[in-house]
């Protein structure tokens, strides 16, 4: 067991680190936030203490993890609150914190997100815009996102 502090563990979404290790991050329906937790082992029969990367509000819900092309993980989920799409961009390769951005804000928008990185080693986030019924792009404009070209 990862983690069993509650109703834990919707919407997990895993992937291998730099160090050849899992990463899975999650929903915790609990607390209402969006969780990470990074494997010891190959086998994942060990882990380190999870870590809560959003808590302000109802937040992630859908989430999806890649590792972005600095080595550090990149996590698209939805915050249920404001009804947005979010990244979480962690600052070390096993996610002991991350920096947190709001990629798109119009209307009910960001839900089951999906996150991969190019062979131009930047991010495309696909997602479901709930306001106008469509799926919308997000095509990083470098490996922070903190710039990035929207497909309407």
Known sequence: IADNSGAVGEYSSITIGTDGLGLVSYYDATNTALKIVH????SCSAVDTPV????DGNVGEGTSITIGADGFPLISY???TNGDLKLARCI????????????????DIGGNPSITVGVDALALIGYFDASNGNLKLIHCEN??????????
Do not use: H, I, K, P
Request: glycine content about 2%; hydrophobic content about 35%; overall charge negative.
């Open 52 to 55: 809560t990367l959003d808590s």
């Open 39 to 42: 494997c010891r082992n190959v």
């Open 92 to 107: 070390d390769s096993v996610c002991s914190s991350a920096d947190l951005f709001s990629l798109d804000v119009l209307g």
């Open 78 to 80: 939805y915050d249920t």
């Open 143 to 152: 490996v922070f996102c903190s710039s990035f070209f929207r497909r309407r």
